[in-house]
């Protein structure tokens, strides 16, 4: 298991593969990636810069917590999570999931776990610079939408 | 007591710092008490509370050296 | 839309950036990916490599309407889907199915309803050889477990 | 009537051949006639029959100039 909380841009994919060199090779079978980038848009405001708040130690915990649960609650091999803080620009990667396991359904479900949980649980606030001037967002636009399994 | 406070993101915007370290009087005190040092209205709907970087809520009871932090609902991911 | 079939060994993660770099940037928010990782254990038995026959023409086919349900099914913006064939050794990659969207739920969804059904309908079989010489695949270990999402 | 046969994986090593082009007498052609010309047993229990790369059953009628493929149940991804 591996989080990292970065105020540096990175790349999710090459995060992935130099994690995936660690693993015990021949195992894996499947991993299941979910990257979050950042959006131009949002409630119809263009958006030029996003700056993400977090309340360092705090975060960390909250992720690793929710990994923590994922290698318990599923039959995964490890987890990796890479977030951003800081100032974030259109197209960049704010956040990285991956996981591996022997089992197609449960990389899938173990992912969508995390990144779900993590949104819910770990303390970042995003605030937008927007055409309209710099306004916090209140909540995540998803949030509404069921979309928890269980 | 000694008790550290936190403030994050429009909280801190509204509460106009990012901490602060207070030394309250008395054995028994929670996390509401915190608060009402540090501003004049009650906890706002929807204000998360961590102690020691774990969520609780208003009624907790702290002790000394506990870090108590306030923030709006979290937007991560 | 791209599928592609091929007998040379792939980056999964590269083919990702390379085909995001031709999306209209800031649009999508999140992408789900799954790879399939060739295992060098299958039924107890070392597998030193696999061969994968596939029906030319047939494959590109059924992978493509796949994936043309998958675009009309869910609200995503575009999905790509790359496949080994031939001879294929440990730790190579053997699939990569990947969905962009704005919503994080239809990428998972639609990422796993493209492999769950690419594995049933597109024609192709695994040959494996082992210690005790080769032998063609009968069924996918997963098959059994119904985790098809509807 | 012209038809293109195709066999894959196990059943190409079991029928020793991976295609062959039949000629068959008659306007009103199954599948299952394509089958009876090329192997004495009936259809294995399990096999997956294309025509013009589309799944089908034995029943299906062919036309002048179709492809047949049989093969065992796929196992990709």
């Known amino acids: ?150 | 007591m000694k008790i550290k406070v936190k403030f994050f993101a429009s909280l801190r915007d509204r509460i106009g710092r990012a901490e602060e370290s207070l030394d309250i009087e008395g054995s028994s005190v929670t996390v509401a008490d915190v608060w009402s040092k540090v501003a004049e209205e009650p906890i706002p709907d929807g204000v998360l509370i961590a102690v020691n970087m774990e969520y609780t809520d208003g009624s907790h009871s702290l002790s000394e050296g506990d870090e108590v932090a306030f923030f709006p609902p979290v937007t991560g991911g």
């Open chain 1, 1 to 150: 298991m591996k989080v990292v909380v970065t105020d540096a841009v990175f790349d999710p994919y090459a995060e992935v593969q130099k994690y995936q060199a660690g693993l015990k090779s021949g195992q894996s079978g499947g991993v299941v990636s979910f990257v979050g980038t950042m959006r131009d848009f949002n409630d119809g405001h263009e958006v030029s810069t996003m700056w993400l708040d977090h309340y360092p130690g705090m975060t960390e915990k909250h992720i690793e917590q929710v990994c923590e649960e994922a290698l318990e609650r599923w039959d995964i091999i490890d987890v990796l999570v890479v977030h951003r803080v800081g100032e974030i620009k259109p197209d960049e990667s704010i956040v990285l999931v991956a996981t591996w396991s022997a089992h197609r359904a449960e990389a899938f479900d173990s992912c969508r776990f995390v990144i779900n949980y993590l949104k819910k649980r770990a303390p970042f606030w995003k605030r937008e610079s927007t055409s309209k001037g710099q306004r916090w967002v209140e909540h995540n636009t998803e949030d509404a939408a069921a979309d928890i399994p269980d």
